[in-house]
């Protein structure tokens, strides 16, 4: 699996635009980019996948850039809620299972 | 909208003693797994399961663990013997399968081994 590289953290105002970045300069062609959260203490949660195309759906948007080496998260307007560590995660989908390995990720803090 | 449910939600067990973790997947999921997160680490796998059988363990998951589905909706975990160092944050998720990296996690139980 690619590696990935994200800030350790990141402020954004609430109701501004939190746009998290996330560099997988070493993904192969057939590596999509998936990305979760994890609200204090509870389970993570999926948001969003991507493998060329820019992706949307009703939690956030996904912005792939077009040599895939690097990709950004966005949550359209943060509230309070959206306080989180979200995590990168570059992955082969095939058949079967996949664990989920989870990195450090990016604690975002939306600030009132 | 279906979610994964656990309990207990917080676990109390001494050192030495079995604690069973429970798990209720969403209902037409067929991959299970089980996850730990110890305070302030990164969230760990422990075991992944699919059509009764155990599909991958990570090392973590010895002798002391084992995993089951005794009927059509729970999935659970048991510690034989609980040590310290098991007291963590436990979470389960379910996928539907084919490969989906889109896996749906419970809230978790915590579990305090004194």
């Known amino acids: 699996d690619a590696k990935t590289t994200q800030p350790t953290s990141m402020d954004c105002a609430e109701g501004r635009a939190a746009n998290l970045p996330c560099n997988h300069s070493?993904?192969?062609?057939?590596?999509?980019v998936y990305w979760y959260r994890q609200i204090h203490s509870q389970g993570p949660q999926y948001i969003i996948h991507?493998?060329?195309n820019n992706e949307t759906n009703e939690m956030a948007s996904l912005i792939i850039t077009e040599d895939r080496k690097s990709s950004t998260l966005i949550l359209p307007h943060a509230t309070l809620r959206d306080t989180a560590v979200y995590y990168c995660?570059?992955?082969?989908?095939?058949?079967?299972?996949?664990?989920?390995?989870f990195g450090i990720g990016t604690k975002l803090q939306v600030i009132p | 909208e279906p979610e994964v449910t656990q309990t207990p939600s917080h676990q109390v067990t001494q050192m030495g003693q079995e604690v069973i973790l429970r798990c209720v997947p969403i209902?037409?999921?067929?991959?299970f797994y089980w996850y730990r997160q110890i305070l302030g680490q990164k969230v760990e796998f422990l075991v992944s399961?699919?059509?009764?059988?155990?599909?991958?363990k990570s090392e973590i998951f010895d002798d002391q663990f084992s995993v089951e589905r005794p009927d059509g909706s729970n999935f659970t975990l048991k510690i034989r013997s609980t040590k310290l160092e098991d007291s963590a944050m436990y979470f389960c998720?379910?996928?539907?399968?084919?490969?989906?990296?889109?896996?749906?996690f419970g809230p978790g139980t915590r579990l305090t081994v004194t």
């Open positions: 995660i570059v992955r082969v989908e095939s058949g079967g299972y996949q664990k989920v390995t």
């Open positions: 991507g493998l060329k």
């Open positions: 998720a379910s996928s539907l399968a084919s490969g989906s990296y889109e896996q749906y």
């Open positions: 209902s037409n999921h067929l991959y």
């Open positions: 399961f699919y059509n009764n059988e155990i599909s991958e």
């Open positions: 070493t993904i192969s062609g057939n590596e999509y």
